[in-house]
């Protein structure tokens, strides 16, 4: 079938999948396809300041498809999220206006979602800063009856008292994650000045607090341990990654000299294996400028570590990627950018 569908015809074809789907996505939470990661490479998909987001739509419905073997993108769709579920779309946009996750493709998932059966006011796409979302593109609106788009400051916050470092300190997470059953991490593939690359893990770390500069001190140990916690870790079921751009230098805000076509969109359940392809990503689009991985740097991604030993993600020998052509050919995919053994030891 053609990935995009009418309303009936999506309920039709993706309601023999959710019954399925209901008992899998309830129970999720830890991964439970660790190391496995598909990216589907579309050229011509982006330019450095431009996405075809009609071509992006099919793109992800492709992923979706792909990736779970489903059908179509709803039957895909409803291996991760059920009717009775409370949906939260957890984008990017901090480096607006020229490389946050898509609107497109949030509008997008959160079709999907409706046609899964979940009601439209039980969809939100969510994020921090009101300015950038909207200068990203998102407008916000969070009315009854319909999908909500709203930054953290629209629903508030919710407090939860967790011992970290000193013993004191309490989390407060945006109420969006708080109510959520079912997450969806929505990211893209940037360098960061503190942590080497930014990608799925902090994304939803750092991305649903309302403070995260107390976390700075100590930022490669405290990503892990803030996805690892119960809001995050039990929740979170996919992600992915808008990889149409990508920043290669000077990150995490928007940088237009240092963005570069990728043309790709990656998909997984593993967060850690997220974050290794970009590392891929970024190191790819440096060594094209003659410029050294982000490993030999100063700011090696060590959280990678960190977070592997947290068993958030599979072993980096223990990954699995396949890479998908415009053609729909299919091979794997060895990366040849990174090198883990400076960011592991040994």
């Known amino acids: 079938?053609?990935?995009?569908?009418?309303?009936?015809?999506?309920?039709?074809?993706?309601?023999?999948?959710?019954?399925?789907?209901?008992?899998?996505?309830?129970?999720?939470?830890?991964?439970?396809?660790?190391?496995?990661?598909?990216?589907?490479?579309?050229?011509?998909?982006?330019?450095?300041?431009?996405?075809?987001?009609?071509?992006?739509?099919?793109?992800?419905?492709?992923?979706?498809?792909?990736?779970?073997?489903?059908?179509?993108?709803?039957?895909?769709?409803?291996?991760?999220?059920?009717?009775?579920?409370?949906?939260?779309?957890?984008?990017?946009?901090?480096?607006?206006?020229?490389?946050?996750?898509?609107?497109?493709?949030?509008?997008?998932?959160?079709?999907?979602?409706?046609?899964?059966?979940?009601?439209?006011?039980?969809?939100?796409?969510?994020?921090?800063?009101?300015?950038?979302?909207?200068?990203?593109?998102?407008?916000?609106?969070?009315?009854?009856?319909?999908?909500?788009?709203?930054?953290?400051?629209?629903?508030?916050?919710?407090?939860?008292a967790v011992p970290y470092a000193d013993g004191r300190q309490t989390l407060r997470w945006c109420r969006v994650l708080d109510e959520a059953t079912a997450v969806i991490n929505l990211m893209v593939p940037k360098d960061h000045d503190l942590t080497g690359v930014t990608g799925a893990l902090k994304n939803m770390a750092f991305g649903s607090l309302d403070r995260v500069r107390p976390f700075h001190r100590d930022i490669h140990h405290a990503i892990p341990w803030l996805y690892a916690q119960p809001e995050i870790r039990d929740k979170t079921r996919l992600v992915i990654c808008d990889a149409s751009r990508v920043t290669w230098d000077k990150g995490p805000q928007d940088q237009p000299k240092h963005r570069a076509v990728a043309d790709a969109l990656l998909i997984t359940e593993d967060p850690v294996a997220m974050d290794w392809a970009v590392l891929e990503l970024v190191n790819e689009a440096r060594a094209a400028r003659g410029l050294t991985p982000i490993e030999r740097t100063r700011r090696p991604p060590t959280f990678l570590k960190v977070a592997t030993g947290m068993g958030l993600g599979a072993p980096f020998e223990r990954m699995r990627w396949r890479r998908v052509d415009a053609g729909g050919r299919v091979a794997g995919w060895t990366p040849s950018h990174v090198e883990p053994g400076r960011v592991l030891g040994g």
């Open 1 to 160: 079938m053609a990935p995009e569908m009418n309303r009936r015809a999506a309920l039709g074809l993706g309601a023999g999948m959710l019954a399925l789907g209901a008992g899998r996505a309830r129970g999720m939470g830890i991964v439970d396809r660790p190391g496995e990661l598909m990216r589907l490479d579309r050229p011509g998909l982006a330019t450095r300041d431009r996405l075809d987001t009609a071509a992006a739509r099919r793109l992800l419905d492709e992923a979706l498809v792909a990736f779970t073997g489903a059908a179509d993108p709803v039957a895909a769709l409803a291996r991760y999220v059920h009717p009775a579920d409370r949906v939260a779309l957890k984008v990017n946009a901090l480096a607006a206006p020229g490389h946050p996750f898509h609107p497109a493709l949030a509008d997008r998932l959160a079709e999907l979602a409706q046609w899964v059966g979940v009601p439209p006011d039980r969809v939100v796409i969510y994020d921090q800063y009101p300015t950038r979302m909207r200068r990203s593109g998102y407008r916000l609106v969070d009315e009854p009856g319909r999908v909500a788009c709203v930054n953290h400051a629209m629903r508030g916050y919710v407090e939860r």
